[in-house]
């Protein structure tokens, strides 16, 4: 057997150390306390169900990913306003918004490795708390006072809703295709990713071609990241992904994983995932079926591949900007994001 | 035995007709078919489940009071332009919206006399097509470039959702009080009502006593018509009310006729009362009981009075405004609403 060096040791002498979200956590660190204020301040209400369930989402250990790449993204388009505090944190309110009504529709019971909310206060309690979280993220974005934001973010918050309505209809259809899969995901993860980013060009008065790259960028990141989460979901478990392992497939969920095994399999495979995709395989010896077929068709490692490919190109679109620390950040965070669960 | 007129039948020599919606519908007809057009153009989607969820309840049977205040309003105001169709068809998204989400968190199987959206195509499916609706709502605001409608329709949307929940967790608490409950449905119902109105005099350029007066005429209206249809929820049954019959009472939720009746109550009815709202009493003859009592304690009567005084107060709103067609559309809508089930 050959010496393999323990996961959490660098080994010595490594040419480059693991990317990390440490360069843009440093960056907006700043700017996400102005951010995280907003937050506490705005979900508040006279009702007090509503700060005590959205304060267990958004308390929950999330990255705020969303809301730092609205920060990372003003800085590097040298914004030096302070309007994206509050669309940063509208950003936020409209992805735990999704959230909420997310583990309704798909019936979860863990979240970033806690109950969900609809789990503790119940389903009905989660889509009013939700409506709420939207309501109030709007109202952020008129206080910002740009059209052109409410524009991009309304428009966004209608495409993630569509993609949500698609993906429910794709639903234990096992012929969905990958061209197919990229539209749903690109509407339910990647089009707030992208507006995520676009909106600091905005209030920044920069450029339509600005916008466009950030889009780009926020766009191909969001792809990325949202393959790398469907490998994962085949290859963790609830204690170090934050969900329960293997809750696609019990959901009879259409991952790329499960499109590209169901592919390249035996007509016994192919009978396995028909099976599994409508239902009739949800324990844990059917799980760990699947995952060996995942792993034998080089499904999860081309998932992966094809997450390098996108996230490639959102490194790319940042091309046309300044060398800094801003670029560096986003740039290493693309890196991060595809490098987990190696 | 006295004489009695046929309910149907009017007698000969009455002082007055019956008050209808035919004066404000001949006043909005040519609005309307604006509004319904933009209605049906932005509820289509690549998505096709999506215009045909909402359109079973867009196309529905209702009466789209909200979007025809929207108008008459606009029309008392003296407004001539065109941005109150876009408008008004963004009040009725939040709306529908709303009331997709009402029945899949009341578990409602009947509305306007039709099977619901949720039990047709599922809880999810509801959810997440109320969430396109309420975006698509804010994409119409954006196109009608007023950020200061945006701000009243953004902030109606999180006191809707505010009552919303509220009423959630009144649910099955019998000591609900009179204001307690006045400011759920102020919440709930009234707060569209009122920004539905205000909106047409902040397109017309208007001045904030304008404003303020249009606000103050819908949230009476929509308090008195929240009441209204809180006393025919015991009075009717699904043929002629569209909804069924009872439901209120089923879910055990403490409306005003109930908060009268136990509250007028003998201890033995007090325990009845408890019984239902804790959902112990479900049966027909328990439903017949129920409006026994709300009938011998003056409840239902009294409650129909409380809705006359809002309704009153919704009617003097209107005062500082000049006679003619739309004031008396405006007046006669009002009347209409609270004679509703007499």
Redo the contacts between chains.
């Keep these: 057997m050959t010496a393999v060096a323990p996961d959490n040791v660098d080994p010595i002498g490594s040419a480059k150390a693991e990317p990390s979200l440490t360069p843009i956590l440093n960056l907006v660190a700043d700017g996400m306390g102005q951010v995280n204020a907003v937050i506490i301040d705005r979900m508040q209400?006279?009702?007090p169900?509503?700060p005590e369930l959205a304060g267990h989402l958004i308390a929950g250990g999330g990255k705020r990913l969303r809301p730092m790449l609205t920060l990372a993204c003003a800085d590097l388009v040298g914004y030096a306003g302070d309007r994206h505090y509050k669309l940063a944190a509208a950003v936020e309110f409209i992805h735990t918004?999704?959230l909420l009504?997310d583990d309704?529709?798909d019936g979860s019971g863990l979240r970033r490795g806690r109950k969900t909310a609809n789990i503790i206060w119940g389903?009905?309690?989660s889509?009013?708390?939700g409506?709420?979280l939207?309501?109030?993220s709007?109202?952020l974005?008129?206080e910002a006072?740009s059209?052109k934001v409410?524009?991009i973010l309304?428009?966004a918050?209608?495409v993630?809703?569509?993609g949500?309505?698609?993906q429910?209809?794709a639903q234990r259809k096992i012929d969905t295709s990958e061209e197919q899969y990229l539209d749903i995901i690109g509407a339910k993860t990647a089009a707030l990713f992208a507006a995520a980013c676009r909106i600091s060009a905005v209030v920044a008065d920069r450029s339509e071609e600005d916008e466009q790259a950030l889009d780009i960028y926020g766009r191909n990141l969001g792809i990325a990241f949202q393959l790398i989460d469907d490998a994962i979901d085949y290859e963790s478990d609830g204690a170090t992904m934050g969900k329960d392992a293997g809750d696609d497939f019990r959901d009879g969920k259409v991952t790329l994983p499960v499109i590209l095994a169901y592919a390249r399999g035996s007509d016994e495979d192919k009978a396995f995932w028909k099976a599994a995709i409508a239902g009739h395989k949800i324990s844990d010896d059917d799980l760990a079926h699947a995952t060996g077929l995942l792993r034998q068709t080089g499904a999860i490692a081309d998932t992966m591949a094809r997450a390098r490919h996108y996230g490639q190109q959102a490194i790319d679109a940042l091309a046309m900007f300044d060398a800094g620390a801003a670029k560096a950040a986003l740039t290493e965070a693309v890196e991060f994001a595809i490098a987990r669960a190696y």
């Design positions: 209400s006279r009702i169900l509503i918004a999704t009504h309704v529709v389903n009905s309690a889509v009013l708390v409506d709420f939207f309501s109030r709007f109202e974005m008129v006072e059209l409410l524009h309304s428009n918050s209608a993630i809703a569509e949500e309505v698609n429910l209809t």
